[in-house]
């Protein structure tokens, strides 16, 4: 795309002279000679710089600025003025002008403050560019699904999304509940602001306790420096507490004076911190419950459960199953340059009969690994892990070992010998793993 410039000044041969200058220099150049013209241009061509004189017949240059802002934001504007004044300058950088300067100032300076709005302007459009990509990933349209179950809880979730309310999020593992809390965030105003998640269950107590909060030097052993906790670096933006119910009751206090007053305290520091954070959190517990046998704070459930959305299982969305499970086997084809795959029945019919207890994470987890041992173009129940044969009567067991041993060998060969990683696309646990090689006398 050619850089565009739009000179607005009513003042036709000036106009014209210095269209005619910067178009020497490569740019296209739009003119007009009243404000509203130069709107009308803004609003029909792709303009990434504008100079507008001060003085026009229908508007103040410098109050034009606000509008230009408004119909292109990355857009950068130069005032020009014939006698500038600094108060006028001044306001015209805080309406959001790149520069203001004096008409009359040689091409020598004119010059070169275009070629350095042009670049803040391409700058502006490369990260409206990243922001919006960002935005369409983590939006609600993310969110696969149509069962209505899913749907009420999108419903819900958008609702609040606008406003700064806390948000809980409850369901069973492997429900999406992260996914929904990133759709919150980026439909909200706080959406160029910071998404921190934090898994309240990976750390223990005291750890947990520093990384959110931060700590202040010598606060412990090993805290040779200040230590920013997440709370701050989520500022302005959203933090989403994973596990709630993982965390410890002296936490748990620390976290209600935040969520009550956006105020804390580093380890190791006497001076109270501010803050300026959404918390969304999530739990697979039944807090209240949790709450009434002294496990978890009530006053924390009630303040964190001001707007709950409960996310429904898989086994409640079997309509979902098969439309999740075909966008995942092109996703993960696309990543392995495979052609497309069909699926046959038995495998399709597998698929919805199965329990499904680790939901939507269980489900990807499941057509990565089909798609990592699929040889021909057809999909069928074979390539399914064992567990799913298991649900089938009459299924021989000296045949399920052998089929799980297939598979641990394919998927030994497609990692080449990487445990951690063919233990996770297995689905097991590591020592499983190394249990099973060494049954099944697998060579590695």
């Known amino acids: 795309m050619q850089d565009t410039v739009l000179i607005i000044d009513d003042e036709k041969k000036i106009c014209s002279l210095l269209a005619r200058i910067i178009e020497l220099e490569g740019f296209k150049v739009f003119q007009a000679y009243t404000g509203k013209e130069g709107i009308k241009i803004l609003k029909a061509e792709d303009i990434l710089v504008v100079i507008s004189d001060v003085k026009l017949p229908d508007y103040n240059g410098v109050e034009l600025v606000k509008e230009i802002k408004k119909i292109r934001p990355g857009a950068e504007v130069i005032n020009l003025t014939a006698f500038g004044t600094i108060s006028d300058g001044v306001m015209a950088m805080r309406n959001g002008a790149f520069d203001y300067i004096t008409k009359g100032d040689d091409n020598d300076k004119i010059i070169p403050l275009v070629y350095k709005a042009m670049n803040k302007a391409k700058l502006n459009a490369r990260i409206y560019e990243l922001e919006n990509k960002i935005t369409r990933k983590y939006n609600f349209d993310s969110i696969l699904g149509k069962s209505k179950a899913i749907k009420e809880a999108v419903a819900l979730a958008q609702k609040v999304a606008g406003t700064t309310t806390t948000v809980l999020l409850l369901g069973e593992t492997g429900t999406g509940k992260e996914v929904f809390a990133q759709a919150i965030h980026y439909e909200s105003q706080r959406k160029l602001k910071p998404f921190v998640a934090v898994n309240c269950s990976g750390f223990n107590p005291a750890l947990l306790e520093s990384e959110l909060f931060g700590y202040k030097e010598g606060a412990f052993t090993g805290a040779v420096k200040d230590k920013k906790g997440l709370l701050e670096e989520a500022n302005e933006g959203t933090i989403f507490l994973?596990?709630?119910?993982?965390?410890?009751?002296?936490?748990?206090?620390?976290?209600?004076?935040?969520?009550?007053?956006?105020?804390?305290?580093?380890?190791?520091?006497?001076?109270?911190?501010?803050?300026?954070?959404?918390?969304?959190?999530?739990?697979?517990?039944?807090?209240?419950?949790?709450?009434?046998?002294?496990?978890?704070?009530?006053?924390?459930?009630?303040?964190?459960?001001?707007?709950?959305?409960?996310?429904?299982?898989?086994?409640?969305?079997?309509?979902?199953?098969?439309?999740?499970?075909?966008?995942?086997?092109?996703?993960?084809?696309?990543?392995?340059?495979?052609?497309?795959?069909?699926?046959?029945?038995?495998?399709?019919?597998?698929?919805?009969?199965?329990?499904?207890?680790?939901?939507?994470?269980?489900?990807?987890?499941?057509?990565?690994?089909?798609?990592?041992?699929?040889?021909?173009?057809?999909?069928?129940?074979?390539?399914?892990?064992?567990?799913?044969?298991?649900?089938?009567?009459?299924?021989?067991?000296?045949?399920m070992q052998d089929m799980e041993k297939q598979h641990i060998v394919k998927v030994l060969k497609y990692t080449r010998g990487n445990k951690t990683e063919t233990s996770r696309l297995l689905g097991i646990g590591l020592t499983t793993l190394y249990r099973k090689i060494d049954e099944y006398k697998i060579d590695t």
């Not at 949790?290 to 006053?299: I, K, Q, T, V």
């Open 242 to 399: 994973d596990e709630i119910g993982e965390m410890n009751l002296d936490l748990q206090a620390k976290l209600l004076r935040v969520l009550e007053n956006q105020t804390y305290i580093k380890v190791g520091d006497t001076q109270t911190s501010q803050v300026n954070v959404r918390i969304i959190a999530a739990t697979n517990r039944d807090l209240k419950t949790e709450a009434e046998a002294g496990n978890f704070r009530l006053d924390l459930f009630y303040r964190l459960s001001i707007f709950s959305i409960e996310l429904p299982p898989l086994s409640h969305r079997k309509d979902d199953i098969l439309p999740i499970a075909m966008h995942y086997l092109a996703e993960f084809t696309a990543k392995v340059n495979r052609p497309e795959f069909t699926i046959d029945k038995e495998f399709s019919k597998l698929l919805t009969s199965h329990s499904w207890k680790g939901n939507i994470r269980e489900l990807k987890n499941v057509m990565e690994r089909v798609v990592i041992l699929a040889e021909g173009d057809v999909i069928g129940p074979n390539l399914l892990p064992f567990e799913f044969h298991t649900q089938t009567r009459g299924t021989d067991p000296l045949n």
